[in-house]
């Protein structure tokens, strides 16, 4: 598993972003669900056909914009 921080702190701009660049780099990757969290957190959810996943986060717990991924990407 490969961790990328985006930003230190949660912020929806980030977010968007982070995810623009992951349907950039990964086309192979398919856009799934967006979790949205009762803080306001999200988590959006992203799968190749073999099923490895990419997950990009906006944490207002941890207080992060931040992506948890099964393939390493140039950032």
């Excluded at 990964?26 to 990419?54: A, H, P, T, W």
Aim: negative net charge; charged residues 35%.
């Amino acid at each position: 598993m490969f961790s990328y921080t985006i930003q230190n702190f949660a912020d929806e701009k980030a977010f968007k972003k982070a995810c623009s660049i992951v349907e950039m780099l990964l086309k192979r990757f398919n856009k799934k669900e967006l979790l949205v969290d009762v803080d306001g957190s999200k988590i959006q959810f992203y799968e190749d056909d073999s099923g490895r996943m990419v997950k990009v986060y906006n944490d207002y717990e941890i207080d992060a914009v931040f992506i948890d991924s099964d393939v390493e990407m140039c950032l």
